[in-house]
């Protein structure tokens, strides 16, 4: 095992507190959020089960998640700064969106010994007031650094979709939005699913100006065991999801100004089953799964442009962070030591200006 002997950049958490909060679950938990069994099988009867199944336990998103249980989590290792990466802040309309923004840059970071390093918020390019609500979140907070606007969406329909749009980023209306986050000096946090990277690559090329971020690898659905209605069911299947990943991730990786994320990577829309078990993955099973994905990730994308983001809370329903960190660092280690100061802290700092 791997000894970090460096602070951790976290490119990718989440911070949210539902009690407090415009939030998709703020009147479940302030009704039932006493009663954690009630409250699960209210989450469970008025949510559609294609996002009960994507997140796995409906605790993960109904419990506040803040600095102090972030700081838990990661145990014993260092981490000296964090980026927070948007989480469908439920004031989504319009202004609505910097709210989030504001909030986080409210959270005491600094009573747990870790720096905000950076603020992902979320805005949509289609809005006739994008730029605005740009300068409305860079006026809110001196972290804010970019937006992420989620654009996953599958081909199966049991498998939840985060926009009603199956190609948002080759939406002509989208892309003459984006045109203002390379104006401004932002990034672009990107999250599809695998079978949506070639919408992305499209995008990239269009703005080579604009640095962007894959988040999650591209999240190949299915690949580790059966979702949704059709997808991963057969070993057959789950090859063909990782050869066409593997393969439209080199080609977006052929853009220099697209990084990727080592994040995500075990939330259940993959295919684990460990929440299903109740129980946590183990270091080698970590390995196992995390490996083939990372060693290709960085064989197209180099060391320079992979940074590792622990996707906390939304993967502690499979992994624990210590674990994660574990794993995920004899990965990179394996592939290549001199890649692990620049994974998971050196590649975030650069690409968020931290």
């Known amino acids: 095992m791997q000894t970090l002997d460096f602070a951790i950049v976290d490119s990718h958490i989440h911070q949210w507190d539902p009690y407090n909060t415009p939030h998709a679950a703020s009147l479940a938990v302030k009704l039932l959020g006493k009663h954690p069994?009630?409250?699960?099988?209210?989450?469970?009867?008025?949510?559609?089960?294609?996002?009960?199944?994507?997140?796995?336990?409906?605790?993960h998103v109904t419990t506040p998640y803040l600095p102090e249980n972030y700081k838990q989590d990661a145990g014993h290792y260092l981490v000296d700064q964090i980026v927070h990466v948007e989480a469908s802040w439920h004031d989504n309309k319009g202004?609505?969106?910097?709210?989030?923004?504001?909030?986080?840059?409210?959270?005491?970071?600094?009573?747990?010994?870790?720096?905000?390093?950076?603020?992902?918020?979320?805005?949509?390019?289609?809005?006739?007031?994008?730029?605005?609500?740009?300068?409305?979140?860079?006026?809110?907070?001196?972290?804010?650094r970019g937006i992420r606007k989620m654009a996953a969406v599958h081909e199966d329909p049991k498998v939840h979709a985060w926009t009603n749009e199956p190609h948002l980023y080759t939406n002509k209306k989208f892309m003459k939005g984006f045109e203002a986050l390379a104006q401004m000096n932002l990034s672009f946090d990107a999250w599809v699913y695998s079978d949506q990277i070639r919408d992305l690559t499209a995008l990239a090329r269009a703005f080579p100006e604009t640095s962007i971020v894959l988040d999650h690898f591209g999240t190949p659905v299915g690949a580790f065991g059966a979702v949704g209605s059709h997808t991963g069911l057969t070993q057959t299947s789950r090859d063909n999801i990782l050869f066409r990943w593997k393969d439209d991730l080199a080609e977006l990786a052929s853009c220099p100004n697209v990084y990727t994320k080592m994040s995500g990577l075990?939330?259940?829309?993959?295919?684990?089953?460990?929440h299903k078990e109740q129980r946590l993955a183990s270091k080698q099973e970590?390995?196992?799964?995390?490996?083939?994905?990372?060693?290709?990730?960085?064989q197209c994308f180099g060391k320079y442009r992979v940074m590792f983001g622990s996707n906390f809370?939304?993967?502690?329903?499979?992994?624990?962070?210590?674990?994660?960190?574990?794993?995920?660092?004899?990965?990179?280690?394996?592939?290549?030591?001199?890649?692990?100061?620049?994974?998971?802290?050196?590649n975030a700092r650069q690409f968020y200006r931290l």
């Open 286 to 298: 970590i390995f196992d799964c995390a490996f083939p994905l990372i060693s290709h990730a960085l």
């Open 313 to 346: 809370p939304m993967d502690s329903v499979s992994a624990s962070l210590v674990n994660i960190i574990d794993a995920f660092s004899d990965a990179v280690a394996s592939y290549d030591p001199d890649a692990l100061t620049l994974v998971f802290q050196q």
């Open 266 to 274: 075990f939330m259940p829309v993959l295919g684990h089953q460990f």
């Open 95 to 144: 202004k609505g969106v910097v709210g989030e923004t504001k909030f986080i840059e409210s959270l005491d970071f600094n009573a747990q010994k870790i720096k905000l390093g950076a603020i992902v918020g979320t805005a949509d390019p289609c809005d006739s007031s994008f730029k605005k609500i740009l300068k409305m979140h860079k006026q809110a907070s001196p972290h804010f």
């Open 37 to 59: 069994y009630l409250l699960d099988k209210m989450m469970r009867l008025v949510k559609p089960q294609e996002l009960i199944d994507t997140v796995g336990l409906t605790k």
